[in-house]
């Protein structure tokens, strides 16, 4: 379980598979990458990500895997 994006996003550089929890109201600022060969699987229980001024919270590339459940953006 994570309290914040910056939790998040220090995780997924270090990791090459994530499975996160994550819940209450994120503002995301820039979009969370998921590299070539990284897998990050993200839940939420009611969580609500805010983009701000970007549309795209998530960028993956190459051969990343993201699998989202239970999340809801603004």
Same mark, same amino acid.
């Given at each position: 379980?994570?309290?914040?994006?910056?939790?998040?996003?220090?995780? &997924?550089?270090?990791?090459?598979?994530?499975?996160?929890?994550?819940?209450?109201?994120?503002?995301?600022?820039?979009?969370?990458?998921?590299?070539?060969?990284?897998?990050?699987? &993200?839940?939420?229980?009611?969580?609500? &990500?805010?983009?701000?001024?970007?549309?795209? &919270?998530?960028?993956?590339?190459?051969?990343?895997?993201?699998?989202?459940?239970?999340?809801?953006?603004?």
């Amino acid at each position: 379980s994570f309290g914040s994006i910056a939790e998040l996003r220090a995780a &997924l550089a270090t990791s090459s598979t994530l499975d996160a929890t994550i819940s209450g109201y994120h503002t995301v600022g820039s979009p969370l990458v998921v590299s070539d060969g990284k897998t990050l699987v &993200l839940r939420g229980h009611g969580a609500i &990500l805010d983009g701000q001024t970007t549309n795209r &919270l998530f960028l993956v590339q190459g051969g990343g895997t993201l699998e989202l459940d239970g999340l809801s953006s603004l």
